[in-house]
């Protein structure tokens, strides 16, 4: 995998946000984009932090194991559409194989101040 200029991504444009799940969505095309990428760049939008300074994305979880997923979903039509979720950058991430991203920040306590969560 080639290395790539998170900081050039930008977003954050395409990032949608639903007040009623308190939850951000963006699509990607995982046949022209690193889902992994798509994941960082959109946790930047919704954090409002650059991209190199969140904590790399291989402390979760293997970027190039899901970029794997993605690709071969998109590469085979009889494959089941399938979501993975994770916690990133104190951020609930959900990616579903169909081209949807969705990131819940934490939850925000009773002075409207994020909650770290640990992570």
């Known amino acids: 995998m080639s290395e790539l200029d998170v900081d050039s991504i930008d977003r954050s444009e395409a990032v949608d946000y639903s007040p009623e ?3 951000y969505r963006t699509s990607f095309d995982g046949s022209t984009e690193s889902v992994s990428m798509a994941v960082v760049s959109t946790v930047a939008v919704v954090t ?5 300074s969140l904590p790399t994305l291989n402390d979760v979880l293997d970027p190039e194991a899901l970029d794997s997923l993605v690709e071969r979903r ?3 039509s009889a494959a089941k559409d399938f979501r993975l979720s994770f916690e ?3 951020c609930t991430v959900t990616v579903h194989s169909y081209g949807i991203i969705a990131v819940r920040p934490p939850a925000v306590d009773a002075t409207g101040a994020r ?3 640990g992570g």
Do not use: N, Q, V
Request: hydrophobic fraction near 5%; avoid cysteine.
């Open 48 to 52: 409002e932090t650059g991209p190199t």
């Open 74 to 76: 998109d590469r085979d």
């Open 115 to 117: 909650g770290d969560g």
């Open 88 to 90: 990133y950058a104190d």
């Open 21 to 23: 799940t308190d939850t």
